[in-house]
């Protein structure tokens, strides 16, 4: 048997045209899902934000707070100036601890240098002075 | 004396007759393309070469050839007759697939939908040139170009056809620079092919790992005959994108697949001996390979064209042509014809999303013709 018969009599017409739509109602519902799977994801993950009560928020960033114990602000620059050396140019450590986003970086070396911490041994350059660092700082402070 | 001549009336020299000589050139014109061409070599290499061992004729009853059944090519022939070796393979491309573009894209999905109307159209023909349903279906599945699933399929519903099956579907993978572009050209203007695809979006992680389970499940709930090689697709892309079994993916896409790869070319060519393969319905399987491949490339391109008339982006209907599963090629002979108008035309990554979507919906059909049929 050959030709349109045979396409008839082996059901042909029917199996290309149901098989035809199968495939092709199949790949549009997955087009579709996946579609919207990046919005679903996107609502999945702003929902704790909704369910959360919202925080009052400032329209701008404040700055953060200057650390008022010298103590404190040793403990933060002790491991930059280590990475340094022994010598180095107040410049360097200024774009670290700016790299780093610690407060007030210029006030800070000021701060550094005005209690002998930060020793300049001249030529622009200087020296993290150890002495200072328990006792003294204490004074300073007073 | 006596002894010499019963050892030269076992030897290939004496036995071998035209159909062996045939099937050895064809052989040697696979490993040529292959080697020296670099047409689809890692799959024109393995079958060549399997094409010559499969034509050295040998005195039957020794247990030496593929469809002997205590040979040892039999055994190795198990992994296609069952399908396993064509799911093995769909792991590795699973592994190696990156829906990215896809999942930015999902409307050229539809793409890989439209190129798989070469499969029915195809199925009509072989019912009407008299070939049976099963026979029918099985040569129709080539208009997918996806060599996997073809074999698979044929071995589910005719298995004396995997042979010219399976070496036209990977010959027409291979001879897809040849069969495309002109298609491609004959039905787009320079206009249309001119066609800039916008920037696709970055896919979040989560997207990629949700959608091998996503997929599995509503292909498979559509078309469950199709679990063995979408299962083993979705599986393999979700070890690759879930983060935590890149060993296991990286295994899948190189020695698993490789393995696979490599048995199922040897065996498939060796399956190919001249006085099963060379018969009148061979000729008829090529030609409506031929066919087969020639609408799917056409269907995918005019259903962007179609397409085009409501979508207010437009898109490249060259992209149609990459409907079709032959992964890479293809996608690759989609961007050269664009980048052959346009040098910075890039249309390979959304060529890639219509060459996924048309594994997935090859697969689909080779499961949806599967059920219809047993």
Known sequence: ?142 | MELFFQFLSNTGFYLADYRHVIMIVIGSLFLYLGTAKHYEPLLLIPIGFGILVGNVPFFKGFGLGIYESNSVLHYLYFGVVTGLYPSIVFLGLGAMTDFSPLLARPVLMLLGAAAQMGIFFTLLGALALGFLPKEAASIAIIGGADGPTSIFLTAKLAPHLIGPIAIAAYSYMALIPVIQPPIMRLLTTREERLIRMTELREVSKKERVIFPALGVLLCCFLAPASIPLLGMFFFGNFLKECGVTERLAQTARTAIIDTATILLGLTVGASTQGDVFLTPKSVGIFLLGAVAFSIATASGVIFAKIMNAFLKEKINPLLGAAGVSAVPGSAREVHLVGQSEDPENYLLMHAMACNSSGVIGSAICAGILWSFLV
Do not use: C
Not at chain 1, 62 to 68: D, G, S
Not at chain 1, 71 to 100: C, H
Not at chain 1, 104 to 114: G, V
């Open chain 1, 1 to 142: 048997m050959y030709g349109l018969q045979a396409i008839a009599a082996h059901n042909g017409w029917a199996m290309a045209l149901a098989g035809a739509l199968i495939v092709f109602s199949g790949l549009v519902i997955l087009s579709f899902v996946i579609s919207q799977l990046h919005r679903i994801l996107a609502f999945f993950e702003k929902k704790p934000v909704d369910v959360e009560p919202p925080e009052d928020k400032p329209g701008f960033l404040l700055p953060k707070p200057f650390p008022e114990d010298i103590n404190e602000i040793v403990r933060l620059y002790k491991p930059l100036v280590e990475a340094l050396g022994e010598t180095f140019y107040l410049s360097e450590l200024y774009e670290m601890s700016r790299k780093n986003d610690f407060p007030h970086p210029h006030i800070t070396l000021t701060a550094l240098r005005e209690s002998k911490i930060l020793v300049s041994d001249g030529n622009g350059v200087f020296s993290w002075n150890p002495s200072t660092e328990n006792d003294d700082i204490e004074n300073v402070e007073g």
